[in-house]
């Protein structure tokens, strides 16, 4: 009884990882674009380039809606598949979107300051990779808790600095977290 649960739950991870597999190049797509955002916050001491960030962001976004687009082709093809029960990969980013957009809209009427905004962006991906983490496995988990730790050490200690270091490392973490998907779906 106890071995036919945990194959049922290690097939349903290997579904589920198959379906997150899609969602690799976003990973690396916004950790690249996190990492860049970071080096221009550490360079705008010495010239302003707050016009590259912008562009930096409106390309992240631009390549995320064409990787979006290939994956609903892809998953039109593939109508047939057994799925895990998540449904389209892209829906695995709704929640994400809309905690995005919560968080814009929070900068926007301006009820979170410059310097706590990373700390908040920093604390969304840290929950986000915990519970991805649960579906898909403890490193995700442990990637989430560090990310989160750093963010509570850097808002509590380090506010000032915080843009550089939770972009910078949260980039970090997104390519790692889409490594690891992409080793895991091997």
Excluded: C
């Excluded at 598949?81 to 980013?93: D, T």
């Excluded at 550089?164 to 390519?175: A, F, H, P, Q």
């Amino acid at each position: 009884m106890q071995n036919s649960k945990q194959t049922d739950l290690a097939n349903k991870r290997k579904a589920w990882i198959g379906e997150a597999h899609a969602l690799i190049p976003l990973l690396f797509i916004w950790g690249g674009e996190w990492m860049f955002s970071a080096i221009m916050d550490f360079a705008i001491y010495w010239r302003d380039l707050d016009w590259l960030k912008q562009a930096a962001f409106i390309t992240a976004v631009v390549a995320s809606l064409i990787q979006l687009w290939s994956l609903r082709k892809d998953f039109r093809k593939d109508d047939s598949a057994e799925r895990s029960g998540w449904g389209h990969p892209a829906l695995l980013l709704l929640p994400g979107v809309m905690l995005i957009a919560a968080i814009a809209l929070l900068e926007a009427i301006g009820a979170v300051g410059p310097l706590f905004s990373p700390v908040l962006r920093a604390f969304v991906l840290a929950i986000g990779f915990v519970q991805v983490g649960l579906l898909l496995g403890r490193p995700m988990i442990y990637l989430g808790l560090w990310m989160f730790a750093l963010t509570a050490l850097m808002g509590v200690w380090y506010l000032g600095y915080s843009a550089v270091i939770l972009e910078g490392m949260g980039g970090i973490s997104l390519i790692a977290g889409g490594y690891m998907l992409r080793v895991w779906g091997r």
